[in-house]
């Protein structure tokens, strides 16, 4: 059976002297593919430099995750396009985004911090319909403006994949009238995420694409260690018994959406 990591992180590993065991790891595992996501100027490069060294194994995205929205946003989001000047080109644009929930509780100290996260958000949503790229959101706290925001934007809700999906069936439904989707997590694994599982199922096999978010997020039964590529197979093996589908054809599934949903060979 071979995997897709729909979105992990990899810079950590790189820093820590651990990148090659980690890949390691996951080629025994059956993941074959790895999409290292970008959220800052930092990890932009290293995502490319990987890409470059395993052109086969990891492909990247570059964007600015709304945490790292300042007040050098513009400067950062500008820096960003020089990427799609290089080899291998980023995949996507993202992940990019609205977190609110990291936001001051005090509305007047919050508000021009949103504002700031719109607009950048706004910003690397025209790039990616100008390049006609995927888009990988972040929304924590803030869904019904992230919706907005694509809306508002004219980017194909086809191209848009809600990472790290962890609301509900109500959520859900409104990405699925509009054509987008979410991918699945860990978090699916949790016991007390029902309304995740709820989501995933409403969903449906057609667009399930599963992501580690690595280090974040291990599944049962290594959450609360770090988690890592290799790890996906197990997110796998449980939504495999929630669709009622054997193992091997929810990992042919769900490659062949994420190949397709990031323009990817098989090879």
Same mark, same amino acid.
């Given at each position: 059976?071979?995997?897709?990591?729909?979105?992990?992180?990899?810079?950590?590993?790189?820093?820590?002297?651990?990148?090659?065991?980690?890949?390691? =790891?996951?080629?025994?595992?059956?993941?074959?593919? *790895? $999409?290292?996501? +970008?959220?800052?100027?930092?990890?932009?490069?290293?995502?490319?430099? *990987?890409?470059?060294?395993?052109?086969?194994? !990891?492909?990247?995205?570059?964007?600015?995750?709304?945490?790292?929205?300042?007040?050098?946003?513009?400067?950062?989001?500008?820096?960003?396009?020089? &990427?799609?000047?290089?080899?291998?080109? #980023?995949?996507? $644009?993202?992940?990019?985004?609205?977190?609110? &929930?990291?936001?001051?509780?005090?509305?007047?100290?919050?508000?021009?911090?949103?504002?700031?996260?719109? /607009? /950048?958000?706004?910003?690397?949503?025209?790039?990616?319909?100008?390049?006609?790229?995927? %888009? %990988?959101?972040?929304? =924590?706290?803030? &869904?019904?403006?992230?919706?907005?925001?694509?809306?508002? @934007?004219? %980017?194909?809700? @086809?191209?848009?994949?809600?990472?790290?999906?962890?609301?509900? #069936?109500?959520?859900?439904?409104? *990405?699925?009238?509009?054509?987008?989707?979410?991918?699945?997590?860990?978090?699916?694994?949790?016991?007390?995420?029902?309304? %995740?599982?709820?989501? /995933?199922?409403?969903? +449906?096999?057609?667009?399930?694409?599963?992501?580690?978010?690595?280090?974040?997020? /291990?599944?049962?039964?290594?959450?609360?260690? @770090?988690?890592?590529?290799?790890?996906?197979?197990?997110?796998?093996?449980?939504?495999?018994?929630? &669709?009622? $589908?054997?193992?091997?054809?929810?990992?042919? !599934?769900?490659?062949?959406?994420?190949?397709?949903?990031?323009?990817?060979? @098989?090879?």
């Amino acid at each position: 059976m071979n995997w897709i990591d729909s979105h992990c992180h990899l810079e950590g590993f790189l820093n820590k002297g651990t990148l090659p065991e980690i890949l390691k =790891r996951s080629r025994e595992a059956g993941v074959s593919h *790895l $999409v290292a996501i +970008g959220t800052d100027p930092e990890d932009w490069k290293v995502n490319h430099d *990987l890409a470059t060294q395993f052109p086969s194994e !990891i492909h990247y995205t570059v964007g600015l995750h709304p945490n790292h929205v300042d007040s050098s946003w513009e400067h950062h989001t500008e820096s960003l396009q020089a &990427f799609f000047a290089l080899e291998p080109k #980023p995949v996507a $644009v993202g992940e990019i985004g609205l977190d609110y &929930f990291r936001l001051p509780k005090e509305e007047p100290k919050a508000a021009p911090l949103k504002v700031n996260q719109r /607009a /950048a958000f706004r910003y690397q949503l025209a790039l990616a319909k100008e390049l006609g790229l995927p %888009v %990988v959101v972040h929304c =924590r706290g803030a &869904f019904a403006d992230c919706v907005a925001e694509i809306d508002d @934007s004219g %980017v194909e809700w @086809s191209k848009v994949v809600f990472h790290c999906f962890a609301d509900g #069936p109500n959520e859900m439904r409104q *990405l699925m009238e509009r054509g987008g989707r979410g991918s699945f997590t860990g978090i699916v694994t949790f016991g007390n995420a029902e309304n %995740v599982r709820e989501a /995933a199922l409403l969903q +449906g096999l057609e667009k399930l694409m599963l992501e580690t978010d690595s280090p974040y997020l /291990a599944p049962v039964p290594f959450r609360g260690k @770090s988690n890592e590529p290799s790890f996906l197979p197990y997110i796998g093996e449980y939504l495999a018994k929630a &669709f009622e $589908v054997e193992e091997a054809a929810l990992a042919a !599934i769900t490659t062949r959406n994420t190949l397709d949903f990031y323009c990817l060979s @098989s090879s």
